[in-house]
């Protein structure tokens, strides 16, 4: 897998662009929802499948100049990465259209940058398929009901292709991570009953006394 990532050519399965965001936040969740098929709803998952179910829908228009695409399937070789953008707007620029991807999000702007990335991997995909740069696109929070523009820098590029490289190792290995040390992170997880972050790492010489405890307790009962 890492291989494909370097644009060997390799026939690997690609990397979902939704599972950035996810190993963003946390790689073990990533690997739990597209490696182990493991997932759980809660409110924030609900809210945002509501939240993407008329951009899904696909369809384009033109408004104003700019040709507006919904759920658009994009894929970069080079990366190994493939998914659907939510809305593309191609706008006119002076050598032909300019590609403006943006991806619709629930509840409001996050400290952490998953969205960011999820976001910039579908500019690089839109750059390879296009030929042409994207500089930049925008996160729509359905909280705020507004927009935040997001440039692509080299920074953000460069820690969307090192999460795709991580990615693709964990792909490549078939081992789930360990949690992440963000405990914070896992009370909004909707995996977290069945992550057992906190069971994850016990020393087993604590687990074995426990069940040693729990034998003698039960030869001892009438």
């Known amino acids: 897998m890492a291989e494909a990532t370097e644009g060997s050519g390799s026939e690997t399965e690609p990397i979902p662009l939704s599972a950035l965001q996810h190993a963003v936040y946390c790689l073990r969740q990533a690997a739990l929802i597209h490696l182990e098929r493991v ?7 609900a809210e945002g499948q509501v939240l993407h179910q008329v951009a899904d829908k696909g369809g384009s228009r033109k408004t104003r100049g700019v040709r507006r695409v919904m759920a658009l399937p994009l894929a970069s070789k ?8 939510d809305l593309v707007e191609f706008q006119p620029g002076e050598d032909g259209e300019v590609a403006y991807p943006v991806e619709y999000k629930r509840g409001k702007a996050k400290l952490h940058r998953a969205d960011e990335v999820q976001l910039c991997a579908q500019a690089l995909c839109l750059e390879e398929m296009t030929g042409r740069p994207v500089p930049e696109g ?13 440039p692509f820098d ?10 795709v490289a991580a990615l693709a190792e964990v792909f490549a290995s078939g081992v789930t991570p360990p949690p992440t040390v963000r ?6 997880c ?33």
């Open 183 to 188: 405990k914070e992170r896992c009370r909004a």
């Open 39 to 45: 997932w759980a709803e809660n409110r924030f998952t």
């Open 190 to 222: 909707s995996l977290i009953e069945l992550c057992r972050p906190d069971a994850i790492g016990r020393p087993v010489k604590a687990w074995r006394s426990r069940m040693v405890k729990r034998l003698l307790a039960d030869d001892v009962s009438p």
């Open 138 to 150: 925008a996160l729509f929070y359905a909280e705020t009901k507004r927009r935040l523009t997001v």
């Open 78 to 85: 080079r990366l190994n990465i493939t998914g659907i953008v």
């Open 154 to 163: 080299d920074e953000l590029r460069r820690m969307t292709e090192e999460i």
